[in-house]
């Protein structure tokens, strides 16, 4: 059972470009981290968000978090082909342990 | 400070045979979690280490093992292996308490023939 949806799948873009991935559950989490990941390589943690509501920046990527702790969104203004990459959402559900869960992934190309 | 060291990163084994695979985490962190990656199955979490105690635990069959020393380094160990084990296995540590993150090694590429 997936328990986070990460959409879309797959996006190929053009550089200069700006995109959205989403990342939905009907769970609760305490905290919901964005990981980006390269081929061969381990994730690499981009932000940890717990407030519901809440928003943080990286430069070019904006992340928030659902006021209801469910959701998650990432969105890259005037991507860049250094952007490439797998990017994952992941979580610990509210009261579920301590085990973190990843979706599936949004695989990002961006074309120069 | 270093990172999480994986070793091998790549390895090949027949059916059959078993494998083990280590882990280093960050100095300090005392969590210890491992994942399968697949193409069509994404990050599976197999068990997470704490103070050489396994927290939590995955929905990979008994063939699929770990442990904790108490310097914090993992291992986990594969037994008769299928080829559907060939995957990368990811390790990852991380600090104590909810809001941090992990800091995952480069993985080992593990291939079943």
């Known amino acids: ?112 | 400070k270093a990172g999480v060291t994986q070793t091998p990163r790549y390895l090949i084994k027949t059916r059959g045979q078993q494998v083990t695979l280590s882990c280093s985490p960050i100095s300090g962190h005392r969590s210890v979690s491992w994942y399968q990656q697949t193409p069509g199955q994404g990050l599976q979490f197999l068990f997470e280490y704490f103070s050489e105690t396994q927290r939590n635990k995955g929905n990979f069959p008994g063939r699929f093992s770990g442990r904790q020393f108490s310097n914090s380094r993992s291992e986990m160990n594969v037994s008769t292996l299928e080829l559907g084990d060939s995957a990368l296995y990811l390790c990852a540590s991380s600090g104590t308490g909810e809001i941090y993150g992990y800091t995952f090694g480069s993985g080992t590429r593990l291939t079943v023939v």
């Open chain 1, 1 to 112: 059972t997936q328990l986070l949806e990460q959409s879309p799948q797959f996006l190929s873009i053009q550089e200069g470009e700006n995109l959205t991935v989403y990342c939905n559950s009907s769970s609760v989490f305490s905290s919901l981290q964005w990981y980006r990941q390269e081929p061969g390589e381990g994730p690499v943690l981009l932000v940890t968000v717990v407030t519901g509501g809440e928003v943080k920046k990286l430069k070019r990527l904006t992340f928030q978090f659902g006021d209801a702790r469910k959701d998650s969104s990432l969105h890259i203004t005037a991507a860049q082909p250094g952007d490439t990459g797998l990017y994952l959402c992941a979580g610990k559900i509210l009261g579920g342990g301590f085990k973190t869960i990843f979706g599936a992934g949004t695989r990002l190309f961006v074309k120069a």
